[in-house]
């Protein structure tokens, strides 16, 4: 059974720093992308941040791109949201999502329960 | 970024009758020489993540129910349920992965009339 453990949320003042986690497990880690996409409260989805299986290509949206940071350790099946620089427009609950395929040109197949990160100004 | 427009934001149906969702996107999302459609549509019920339902426009995920049907091809795509059930209550989202950023239509919130 696929599981993604997202952790790593909280309450933290503008300008300040979190690292999100999510373990996963259940499938074959080193071959899919994987991403994190968020929710403000109340709206709807956005894309964060990707990260293909082996050769550590990243993507970020323009939002979050200079100040979040994707990554991700194989041996650990383990993936990482490092978040500088934080916004209150950052304040959402963070999914992790593992893509269908190799590539992140495929949908969203599993979510993680999802953390809350709230920014305070 | 292609811009994934949902219509209606909401909708009220009764059970048992048809409840219909519709995407458009601002340039198409077909592969030609895959012919492919690289749209998906997830559920989201309150308090959980979303989940899968649709993907490549019209092929169901696993263990989907066979009253949700999806259909359309370039940058119009349906969302149908065939007969609607109480637990189909939740919001509905289309998403584009065909290009980068994948991006979210801004959800139909579908409820029981």
């Not at chain 1, 979190?18 to 709807?44: E, Y």
């Not at chain 1, 490092?82 to 999914?95: F, I």
């Amino acid at each position: 059974e696929v599981q993604l453990l997202d952790s790593g949320g909280g309450l933290v003042q503008s300008g300040g720093s979190l690292r999100l986690t999510c373990a996963a497990s259940g499938f074959t880690f080193s071959s899919h992308a994987m991403s994190w996409v968020r929710q403000a409260p109340g709206k709807g989805l956005e894309w964060v941040s990707s990260i293909s299986p082996s050769d550590g290509t990243t993507f970020h949206a323009d939002s979050v791109k200079g100040r979040f940071t994707i990554s991700r350790d194989n041996s650990k099946n383990t993936l990482y949201l490092q978040m500088n620089s934080l916004r209150a427009e950052d304040t959402a609950v963070y999914y992790c999502a593992k893509s269908g395929g190799i590539t992140y040109y495929s949908p969203f197949d599993y979510w993680g329960r999802g953390t809350l990160v709230t920014v305070s100004s | 970024d292609i811009v994934m427009t949902q219509s209606p934001d909401s909708l009220a149906v009764s059970l048992g009758e048809r409840a219909t969702i519709n995407c458009k996107s601002s340039q198409t999302v077909l592969y030609s020489s895959k012919n492919k459609n690289y749209l998906a549509w997830y559920q989201q019920k309150p308090g959980q993540p979303p989940k899968l339902l649709i993907y490549w426009a019209s092929t169901r995920e696993s263990g989907v129910p066979d009253r949700f049907s999806g259909s359309g091809s370039g940058t119009d795509f349906t969302l149908t349920i065939s007969s609607l059930q109480a637990a189909d209550v939740a919001v509905y989202y289309c998403q584009q992965y065909f290009t980068s950023p994948p991006t979210f239509g801004q959800g139909t919130e579908l409820e029981i009339k």
